[in-house]
């Protein structure tokens, strides 16, 4: 496996852990650090130095309870002893400056209006394929592409109510846009809990540095809701916003009561749903009540069994009618999974330079569309230096990662690149940045990536300080899904 | 509220409650099967609790022996009987998991834990000594849970659907209990002096945790009719069939005054509780106590679908 030199968010290039089984960065060679540290680990180092290796497990076991206690699980698709797992969490924090993530947070706002345009224009008037942007076909036939939706308006014109914007670190200054999540991004849960855990295992941290809070979280997402309600202001009433799960089989189905919950919104699942005259209702033990939004964390294809999968259980028969009639508001909107294409993410920076007028500000990952026949050429003869992953991929499932794969699945690879290049897209391997982080044999660096949520409603963009910061917890390990062993950290905003 | 929210929560309260008294009717046979012979000790005591659970078809079925480590892992670890103690936490988990929006914290965290340290328990009982820690953690977990619902639920819906679960729940048990041993608790003079069944009688009110609320209550000796009339008619015996029609109704009632409507539900609740209050035990020996027993399990079967069907579970 060819190892890769990441830079480090708390020693910069070159990290100065101690790389023996010592009790945080080794004997002596803590004290003389080349590039010194960060200022903004500064308090992470004074606390790490001052914590014994008994007192990190002590804590890291009591994370643990706290989350399992609180059932803080999730279900991991055909393990089945792994039902109810828990996600590793890392109590080291991750840390972004302030000045770092007021530049972030430019960006993703950018970015994500740029994505709500790109929709509205690829549902509406289709201009950027008409400026010959990019090939209509790769819009128009996309597996993500909906035709049921083309000449519709959400309210407020708005379509990726909620986004996650996957952003990996290579260097003090560079961060890159690896995805765009516009459909159901997950995680949330675990940003809001993580931060709970560690108020209450390290308070003393809280005091020494000013970290920006992020439970405004629930608030903001309501008001978001609520601001894009088709009955918004019409009879004075507050909206009725609902949250529809798949049910408690699904892997997120933590996420989807804790969110209900903090909402203070209805958990509902299809059968508590009926459409009658094009308007949805919720089933209670009062009679039917009217539902105006529906923040739905079940995919576009199970959402309406008459005019999507027939065979879908967990939808609601007639709700593709209401929302077209303009009865209920669907969030995110149907139809959003296009922009999360791989291929068109590769298009990005060109749609922000489209619709906004503007330089992107967060970088893409250049990125070989394998659908053109030289890039294919070029990935056919440099696979063993890239990452190649589906266009509809997610989950990290599918992914080659050309420097830690073996001749054979190299070869497996290139065959299958061959037989569906529109399948496929390849990037270089990123060194993605490493971050403390507690190990069985100490203080240890690992790969990190953060994933903001990005709130669009008619009432603003919002986005908490911070996002959900997963951790590769495998050395050396590049996959950081949660899916694939990877955990979490709470991301933490420090003014300084 | 949800309609599948209610029955969730309602079905919650039932598995709960069924799993606390399934833990009790256990400690309480253990104690009359240890007896001697010469006290009433009966051979068949594992049997009676098999059939106060209403399983013994459905054990005989299996054909497992009818002794003490057979039935109590029946009754405790089986996830084939679906009213063993690990059925009915795994149950009332899964309820309380889909509906943990309308749950506290707290609430959640005392199943959830009783869950987890079951969980730990195999497939198989390891010996006597296992029985009692995990008849402890269901009591416990039970305690924890309604202590957790009353100091931290919103007095709401939510609230009324699990306690009206729960009631109804602990009427059926109570009910049960009574007509496995309906026999023994017959008048037959008042000649009771050394009888072999004092210690039958004494593991009813065991298994009810009513031992010493008796003593209080009566201030005599243990006699069946008693017995009886303090399980069935006493307002205050917390298990008492009287006991239970007062919560369910006003449980109903609470609903009611949320919903602005009664129904078939209300006017059941309202008849169960009359034949309670109107009666007493000498009127209920005289027309029969298997009867009364019978006919009430069934009425309060009939409330509990009118619940489902008024409230659109």
């Known amino acids: ?496 | 509220m949800l309609s599948r929210t209610a029955s969730n929560l309602y079905w919650m309260g039932r598995y709960l409650e069924r799993a606390d008294f399934t833990a009790r009717l256990i400690e309480a046979t253990q104690r009359l099967a240890a007896l001697p012979s010469s006290y009433g000790g009966a051979g068949n005591a594992w049997e009676s609790a098999l059939s106060a659970t209403w399983m013994t078809r459905r054990y005989a079925e299996r054909g497992l022996p009818l002794d003490e480590a057979a039935v109590c892992e029946f009754l405790t670890l089986d996830p084939a009987n679906p009213s063993s103690i690990r059925s009915c936490l795994d149950t009332a988990r899964a309820n309380a998991r889909t509906v943990r929006t309308a749950l506290t914290e707290e609430g959640w965290e005392a199943i959830n834990t009783a869950w987890l340290e079951v969980s730990r328990y195999g497939a198989h009982l390891e010996g006597r000594e296992a029985v009692g820690p995990l008849l402890e953690i269901v009591k416990h977990a039970i305690s924890a849970f309604e202590g957790a619902a009353q100091r931290t639920m919103l007095r709401g819906d939510a609230f009324w659907f699990v306690n009206l679960g729960s009631a109804i729940e602990r009427a059926d048990n109570s009910a049960r209990l009574l007509d496995v041993k309906y026999h023994l608790l017959l008048p037959r003079g008042e000649s009771v002096g050394g009888s072999l069944d004092y210690f039958q009688w004494t593991t009813i009110l065991r298994t009810v945790s009513a031992m010493t609320a008796y003593r209080w209550v009566y201030r005599d000796s243990v006699k069946p009719w008693l017995v009886a009339d303090l399980l069935i008619l006493n307002r205050q015996i917390p298990r008492s069939l009287a006991s239970c029609y007062e919560e369910i109704l006003r449980h109903l009632d609470l609903l009611a005054s949320h919903t602005g409507k009664r129904g078939t539900a209300h006017r059941l609740a309202a008849a169960g509780h009359a034949r309670l209050s109107q009666n007493n035990i000498d009127g209920i020996f005289t027309s029969g106590l298997h009867e009364f027993l019978t006919r009430f399990i069934t009425e309060n079967n009939k409330l509990g679908e009118a619940i489902a069907e008024q409230y659109l579970f």
């Open chain 1, 1 to 496: 496996m060819a190892a890769i030199t990441a830079f480090d968010e708390m020693f910069g290039a070159g990290g100065a852990y101690g790389g023996t089984a010592g009790p945080l960065f080794g004997g002596g060679s803590g004290k003389a650090q080349p590039r010194g540290i960060s200022a903004a680990y500064r308090s992470i180092e004074t606390w790490l130095e001052h914590s014994p290796p008994e007192l990190m497990a002590a804590r890291r076991r009591q994370a643990e309870l706290f989350f399992r206690r609180i059932g803080i699980t999730f279900a991991v698709y055909g393990d089945p002893d792994a039902a109810e797992r828990l996600i590793p969490f890392d109590i080291v924090p991750r840390i972004l400056a302030r000045a770092e993530w007021d530049q972030l947070e430019k960006g993703l706002k950018q970015r994500v209006a740029a994505l709500n345009a790109f929709l509205a224009d690829v549902y509406g008037k289709r201009e950027i394929l008409r400026a010959g942007i990019m090939p209509e076909e790769l819009v128009l036939q996309n597996p993500g592409y909906c035709l049921h939706m083309a000449g519709k308006k959400p309210p407020g014109g708005i379509w990726t109510h909620i986004a996650g914007i996957d952003l990996v670190r290579t260097g003090p200054d560079e961060f890159y846009v690896l995805e765009d999540n516009a459909r159901t991004p997950s995680g949330v849960s675990y940003m809001l809990e993580n931060r709970e855990v560690m108020l209450k295992l390290v308070p003393e941290l809280f005091n020494s540095l000013k970290v920006a809070p992020v439970e405004t979280y629930p608030e903001a997402l309501l008001e978001t809701l609520a601001s894009v309600s088709p009955r918004a202001g019409r009879n004075g009433g507050a909206p009725v916003c609902v949250l529809l799960t798949p049910g408690r089989h699904n892997s997120a189905f933590y996420e989807h009561s804790f969110l209900a919950d903090k909402l203070g919104i209805e958990l509902v699942e299809g059968s508590d749903l009926f459409v009658r005259d094009d308007i949805v209702y919720m089933r209670t033990t009062e009679g039917p009540e009217r539902v105006d939004v529906i923040y739905r964390r079940l995919d576009d294809a199970f959402i309406d069994p008459l005019v999507f999968n027939p065979d879908s259980m967990l939808g609601v028969a007639g709700l593709m009618a209401a929302y077209a009639q303009g009865n209920v508001t669907l969030a995110n909107a149907v139809g959003t999974g296009v922009a999360d294409d791989k291929a068109i993410y590769s298009y990005m920076p060109d749609i922000v330079r489209f619709y906004m007028g503007e330089e992107p500000l967060l970088n893409n990952v250049p990125t070989w569309r394998c659908r053109e026949p030289e890039a294919l050429g070029y990935v056919l003869d440099h696979l063993a230096e890239l990452v190649v992953k589906e266009v509809d991929g997610s989950g990290g499932y599918g992914m080659l990662i050309g420097p830690h794969a073996p001749q054979a699945t190299l070869a497996a690879f290139a065959a299958k690149l061959k037989a569906h290049p529109e399948k496929f897209i390849a990037q270089p391997t990123l060194a993605l940045s490493t971050c403390p982080t507690a190990t069985d044999a100490g203080i240890a660096p690992r790969h990190v990536d953060l994933r903001p949520f990005v709130l669009t409603g008619t009432n603003g963009v919002h986005i908490v300080p911070g996002g959900l910061t997963r951790v590769a917890m495998t050395p050396g390990s590049l996959v950081v899904n949660s899916s694939q062993g990877g955990g979490t950290k709470d991301t933490w905003v420090v003014d300084e």
